[in-house]
């Protein structure tokens, strides 16, 4: 397991699979995500309250998730480095930065044109739109503070640091309209026992996440691979590259 393990974390090796999962990613991306808009947007009926309104689901949703996902993946990334010194998984945590800021972005710009004509207003300082808020500063502190050593390898572990301790985060966005006095929803989807949609919009939705969840896979491959080439310039696996 462990020579598996650290194969996998070799430079030259993470660039040649995550260049061979990146158009499988990409292609059950767009199946997934073509059905779900297809089938959310025409075919699903309107919410009995919400009406045609209710349709955004199909976007926020999986951006919510997502920015949840990619976190977590840059976290967990980032720790492996920091405990086994494996420098693919700096790349790893710096490529899934900005992704996972882009998916936080869209769930909080989604859930403010919902929120107009539900809650009558764009933004409510809300227990969950709050922590997803801090969720997209924490994602821009990590880009801003590894940028801001001329020292890569500094940069790296301080960002590397500051994810591990913002994972905290994580939980307290998914169980804020728990915790919390929300007007948020709470979970329809993601939850113990039966889920409260019909199966006319809930397999759509379903679609829509897991097209989104292999949308962030293929462009995390494709900046890994930029990753690993700009970090591994100068060394002689590259340079055979770049001249064959």
């Avoid at 499988?24 to 309104?53: E, H, K, R, S």
């Amino acid at each position: 397991m462990w020579t598996w393990f650290y194969k996998l974390a070799s430079p030259p090796h993470a660039y040649r699979s995550a260049a061979a999962m990146a158009p499988w990613f990409l292609a059950a991306a767009a199946v997934m995500i073509v059905y779900g808009l297809v089938d959310g947007l025409v075919f699903a009926p309107p919410d009995y309250q919400q009406g045609d309104a209710f349709r955004i689901v199909y976007v926020h949703a999986p951006s919510a998730w997502l920015s949840l996902f990619a976190y977590t993946t840059m976290a967990v990334a980032g720790g492996i480095a920091l405990i086994w010194r494996i420098k693919v998984g700096y790349a790893v945590a710096a490529a899934a930065a900005p992704i996972g800021a882009s998916f936080t972005l869209a769930a909080l710009a989604t859930g403010s044109l919902w929120g107009r004509p539900m809650w009558g207003t764009y933004w409510a300082w809300d227990p969950r739109l709050t922590s997803e808020l801090i969720l997209l500063f924490l994602y821009f502190g990590v880009i801003s503070l590894r940028q801001a050593f001329e020292d890569p390898a500094r940069g790296d572990r301080a960002a590397a640091l500051l994810g591990l301790v913002g994972v905290v985060n994580v939980p307290i966005v998914h169980f804020s309209v728990y915790w919390w006095n929300s007007l948020h929803q709470g979970g329809t989807v993601m939850r113990l026992g039966k889920p409260h949609m019909a199966p006319s919009m809930l397999w759509p939705l379903l679609a829509m996440l897991f097209g989104f969840m292999c949308f962030f896979g293929a462009v995390l491959c494709m900046r890994v691979r930029g990753e690993i080439l700009d970090r591994e310039r100068q060394s002689a696996w590259v340079r055979e590259l770049v001249g064959a």
